[in-house]
């Protein structure tokens, strides 16, 4: 079945960057767009960006331009976000996702991961 | 930019209906797909809706989806509440560069 297993919490200071890894299973890597989505504690789901595993193009949301970063290590079946200049207002649980598959056109998050929280912190 | 408004929350009696808005800043929802999620808490989001009333395998027909272009809008009914289906409902759609535009959000309560 199809998996996507998130790196564990991360504390970081402000200024700091920080790296979140989506593990996927179940799956071959490389044929589903992996998207990240976050939200802050209490608040609700905000996109930041989509990433091909086959050819390793990016998409980022405008807010995050120039502080995200995505790439993958399509040996391990692996994608990562990486976030810089880390302010207070980054806290916030980072999900990674896939679409539900191909027999649809929109449906773009059939599986998630079950997020990772990210704490920004003097 | 585009935006996705929800209600905040709403509340209703076990085993009544529920319809949760979702109108669009311009008139975008028609020319997108509006997918729904629904997010209990400390859980990551699952699908409810997709392709504005399509339904996952899975997924209670309870659930059903719609959209009304005269208003600009997209709908999230459930019928027959149950206690579980207390939960964030997010709807969810695309803007002019295809990247994901959220609502904010509706919190169900079940009475």
């Known amino acids: 079945q199809v998996q996507l297993v998130q790196s564990g919490a991360e504390v970081r200071k402000p200024g700091a960057s920080v790296r979140v890894s989506c593990k996927a299973s179940g799956y071959v890597f490389t044929t589903y767009e992996i998207y990240w989505v976050r939200q802050a504690t209490g608040q609700g789901l905000e996109y930041m960006g989509w990433?091909?595993?086959?050819?390793?193009?990016?998409a980022n949301a405008q807010k995050f331009q120039g502080r995200v970063t995505m790439t993958r290590d399509t040996s391990i079946s692996t994608a990562y976000l990486e976030l810089s200049s880390l302010n207070s207002d980054d806290t916030a649980v980072y999900y990674c996702?896939?679409?539900?598959?191909?027999?649809?056109?929109?449906?773009?998050?059939?599986?998630w991961g079950q997020g990772t929280l990210v704490t920004v912190s003097s | 930019n585009f935006m996705l408004t929800q209600p905040h929350s709403m509340s209703e009696s076990l085993g009544k209906t529920v319809t949760i808005s979702c109108t669009g800043s311009s008139g975008y929802i028609a020319t997108n797909y509006v997918q729904w999620y629904q997010q209990r808490p400390g859980i990551a989001p699952a699908t409810l809706i997709y392709?504005?009333?399509?339904?996952p395998s899975g997924v209670p027909d309870r659930f059903s989806g719609s959209i009304d272009t005269s208003s600009n809008s997209a709908s999230l009914t459930i019928s027959g509440l149950k206690p579980e289906d207390e939960a964030d409902y997010y709807c969810?759609?695309?803007?002019?560069?295809?990247?994901?535009?959220f609502g904010g959000g509706t919190k169900l309560t079940v009475l």
């Open positions: 969810q759609s695309y803007d002019r560069s295809n990247s994901w535009v």
């Open positions: 996702a896939r679409r539900l598959g191909w027999a649809c056109i929109s449906c773009p998050g059939g599986y």
């Open positions: 392709e504005n009333n399509q339904r």
């Open positions: 990433m091909s595993p086959l050819t390793g193009h990016t």
